[in-house]
């Protein structure tokens, strides 16, 4: 079926036609998802902040002003969710030995080097991720996941341009750092 | 500093690849919809439009009634203005009201107790009255 745009369905939910929150739900779910797995890291609990999101969503669709697009208030109200869920639920800080040491610790049964190598990369960055600040993967995740630009991303996250930019300048060199790390201690595993 | 954040750039792009998003699982749609379902969450428009439009609407109706009256009520007799309210507002006299502290220092103690009480007794009442006027919704 086309869809015929947020705004539609959206009337349509506000006139009282609730089935049709499931087209905007099915459009914006892997976005949503995705956002809260990037920032807390963990698939159960990025698919309970996405649903909570959306039911968050859900109940404020009154109050909509249509100023941004869908997308963006989306966001804004995962990236909070998913933020406040992170602040309740503080891990223990990762260590460099949690981390295989080996592209070839991602070699499945019907995968090849170059698919392990990536999943290996993928793997990397996710843990490099849970290194950072809740509010740095965010940023990280707008920035290179959905490929946001500053002016964007301030929309969403109310942070002014400028820091956005610092703190996603701090947010990278630490992500470099710790992927250097682990970068040696896979020379020093093959040596 | 633009340099290095270029080279930093350019070094986190081989680790990321932004189209490899993570997927939301499947039924995840549905199960929002039985969520939304079950927990009826309800659509917050109705509620704060009432709740928004209370306040200003009784606002705006006594000051509109407040310069009516101004402009409908004639003027006095001795009035040499056109405009009755203009006459109404230069015939204004403050009288401010002369407060005898005294008396409060003739009570004794269990008096000013009891007129304490009375008087908190009061502003509460008056506070929870507001308060459901304003909060109905809540």
């Known amino acids: ?191 | 500093m633009n340099s290095q954040k270029k080279n930093q750039e350019d070094l986190l792009r081989q680790y990321i690849n932004p189209e490899r998003i993570e997927k939301a699982p499947e039924g995840f749609t549905s199960k929002v919809m039985t969520r939304i379902q079950i927990e009826t969450v309800p659509l917050k428009a109705a509620g704060r439009l009432r709740n928004i439009s209370f306040v200003p609407v009784i606002s705006v109706s006594v000051t509109i009634l407040l310069i009516l009256a101004a402009v409908i009520i004639p003027g006095s007799k001795t009035g040499s203005s056109v405009f009755p309210a203009a006459d109404l507002i230069k015939n204004i006299k403050v009288y401010l009201p002369e407060i005898d502290l005294t008396s409060i220092f003739r009570f004794n103690l269990p008096a000013l107790i009891m007129y304490l009480f009375i008087g908190i007794l009061l502003l509460t009442i008056f506070d929870r009255a507001l308060n459901m006027l304003f909060h109905r919704g809540k």
């Open chain 1, 1 to 191: 079926m086309d869809y015929k745009g947020d705004i539609h369905y959206i009337e349509q939910v506000v006139a009282g036609k609730s089935n049709a929150f499931s087209y905007i739900v099915d459009r914006h779910k892997d976005k949503a998802y995705n956002l809260a797995f990037r920032i807390c890291g963990n698939r159960e609990e990025a698919e309970e902040i996405a649903q909570d999101s959306f039911l968050k969503a859900y109940g404020s669709l009154g109050g909509f002003k249509m100023k941004s697009s869908f997308a963006t208030w989306l966001y804004r109200i995962v990236y909070n969710t998913a933020i406040s869920h992170v602040r309740i639920k503080k891990k223990g800080v990762l260590s460099l030995e949690d981390f295989p040491a080996d592209a070839t610790d991602f070699i499945g049964n019907n995968t090849s080097e170059e698919e392990a190598e990536n999943e290996y990369k993928s793997s990397l960055i996710n843990f490099a991720m849970q290194k950072i600040t809740e509010e740095e993967r965010g940023l990280i995740s707008f920035y290179y996941y959905e490929e946001m630009n500053t002016e964007e991303i301030s929309d969403v996250t109310g942070i002014s341009k400028s820091n956005i930019k610092v703190k996603l300048f701090r947010a990278r060199q630490k992500m470099l750092e710790i992927i250097e790390k682990v970068e040696k201690k896979k020379l020093i595993y093959h040596e």
